[in-house]
């Protein structure tokens, strides 16, 4: 079963993107901080796609983006903000990430482009 990591301190982001994914039947795993984040790449088995916010209580740059890819350079990470700015979506995407998205965000998109990223 194809596994998705949600890493968002905001509860109710994560419960709407695990809810979308539903009926497409991953596992959804769900983090709230960097640290929760970094526990579940180790111990979740292989996730295929991580929905990541660029700010979190523990982490609030592009260093836990970088992490991710370091220690699983085939993850593909979707990085989602609420403070973006075109420099650093580029920025984002320079470390790795196959796209960033501004919240808020349609809910129904997000889920295509999660989709899109397992299909690659």
Do not use: C, Y
Request: glycine share 4%; charged share 25%; hydrophobic share 55%.
């Amino acid at each position: 079963m194809t596994s998705i990591l949600i890493v968002d301190d905001e509860l109710l982001i994560r419960w709407a993107i695990a809810e979308t994914l539903a009926a497409d039947r991953f596992r959804v795993l769900e983090a709230g901080s960097a640290r929760e984040a970094l526990q579940m790449l180790e111990n979740g088995g292989e996730v295929a796609v991580v929905v990541l916010d660029l700010k979190l209580p523990d982490s609030s740059d592009l260093g836990l983006l970088r992490t991710m890819r370091q220690r699983v350079p085939p993850l593909r990470v979707i990085v989602m903000t609420a403070h973006a700015t075109a420099e650093m979506r580029e920025e984002a995407v320079r470390a790795g990430a196959i796209l960033a998205v501004d919240k808020p965000f349609d809910m129904h998109f997000m889920a295509e482009r999660i989709r899109a990223a397992i299909a690659a």
